[in-house]
């Protein structure tokens, strides 16, 4: 009978947003695995921090601040088969996430790597999509609307038909990508229309008007909200 | 000093997947509001009816099933006056709703009508859209795709090109579309790149092949992920 692995969502920030079943697995598994920076504490690991019992083998998922290696295959692979080392010693083994797992989330590179070989449960969880909304106060999608994801590390010509095309768009990954972004929204005259937020839930949250960000300012914890349809749930 | 109205998302489906916030806000305040059919059960009380104290004033939102009044208007401007006069007597009213509130959820229109007088706090909660992926086994969105939400009620044309644009779609509320739903995708070639799923984290989930769901039998809580590149996150 070999371990279970978990990948299981805390959600995007405040530690009262983690789910009972996140909460259970956590508390119960024998071997905890996060991931984190090369250097710096792990965010997915602090906000489960204070629900940890404190007894667990832990594994730190670490890693390097490279883009040209994304996704960093030999970061996973070693992960792979340390977790996987784990489970073969009939240990369960939970990988917390920020958000969600399987929402633009790392964990789909250990998923990819021992779902053919291990047992793999994925509990979800409150994703940075609707805690943005209901932190800015601004249902996310109504009715019949088409909601569209765009991750904003897309070149500009591509982010613009996106936007062109969407009902209603959540730009994700903001970060340095932010300068390129504003001006994307501005060329379709959709200033406006968007709502602009960092941090959502957590202590730091922040929420400012798009034309009072300043250059370099966004963090990678940001996301843009625009309505096409002002305020469709009146 | 007024009462704070509460849009309190319970997730998708399996009690365990509500946060640890939802559980406070649920146990804490006096009245709790609920959306239910005209008939019937309310599956968001469900959901959570293992969790209340059992002493809270409760109100039912009741429903019609009248697709010519969509949104109901008249149902909403009376739970409106009902929840305000409550807020008004200085009670915090708690409104649940599967998944989360601001996904695609009636609470937006209660929002509508009491955000200019009210205090309100939405509590975000684990929507359908990450519960299936993480039942289906099959990572929502990865790297820089763009992921499109898809209403089933959309004609087949709008339909169409919207799924044709995707990276990644998840076509939701299929219900009795799934007829139109399954000949777009078949239109575009598609079949082998789509999933299908029912009532995803409930004792009545079921995963079946599209090939087999039959005519009229998808029930409203159900969906369609499709995946324009297989298995990206391998």
Redesign the interface.
Known sequence: MAGTLY?V?V??G????????A??ILQSVPVLAWPAPEDGPSLAREIVAAYLPGTQREIPIRMPLLPAR??ADDVYDKAAIEVGAALSADDDVAVICEG??????SF??L???L?GDHT?E??????S???C???L???????????????G??NADTMKQ?LA?ADTAAIIKVGRHFDKIRGVIDELGLAGNARYIERA?MAEQRIVALADVGDGDAPYFSMILVHKRK?A??
């Open positions: 990948g969502g959600g995007p405040d530690p009262e947003l983690v789910t009972v079943k909460l259970r994304f996704p969600d797992p399987f929402f633009y989330g789909m590179y998923f990819g790597r779902a793999i994925v509990v979800p969880g409150v994703s999509l609707t805690a909304a209901a932190a106060g601004a249902p996310l999608s109504a009715k019949n609307d088409v909601l569209t994801v765009i991750p590390p897309l996106r095309d839930t305020e749930w009146k």
